[in-house]
């Protein structure tokens, strides 16, 4: 396991070095092991030629699936066609405020 860290330690007790391994929490482990798939699948499929998006899609209008199914499918579909509206921070320089200058031009009343 290469992924093991190891850490020395001091026993209170009786002031002795300990080699403690100290593991990745199973949150780290996955995530890494999920990137690491995810990049291993991904080169597999674009060297097959094979887009699963594609073939989604195609699912989602096969008249041979339940209604049911070919709603969950473009339920899943959704967001690559409609991605969501995120909200945006806007500061100025630094992160502080955005100066504000108003002016009143006579000519335009």
């Known amino acids: 396991m290469k992924d093991i860290k190891r850490e020395v330690i001091s026993n209170a007790q009786t ?6 391994a100290v593991l990745p929490s199973p949150e780290q482990a ?14 597999k499929l674009q060297a097959m030629g094979h887009d699963p998006l594609e073939e989604l899609a195609r699912a ?10 070919r709603s969950a499918i ?4 959704m967001p690559y066609r409609y991605p969501q509206k995120r909200a945006v921070e806007i500061t100025g320089k630094d992160g502080g405020a955005i100066p504000l200058v108003l002016s009143r031009d006579d000519d335009s009343l």
């Open 15 to 20: 002031s002795t070095p300990v080699l403690r």
């Open 30 to 43: 996955r995530e890494k092991e999920l990137s690491t798939n995810v990049d291993e699948v991904s080169s």
């Open 60 to 69: 989602a209008r096969d008249e041979s699936l339940s209604l049911h199914q």
């Open 74 to 77: 473009n339920r899943w579909l």
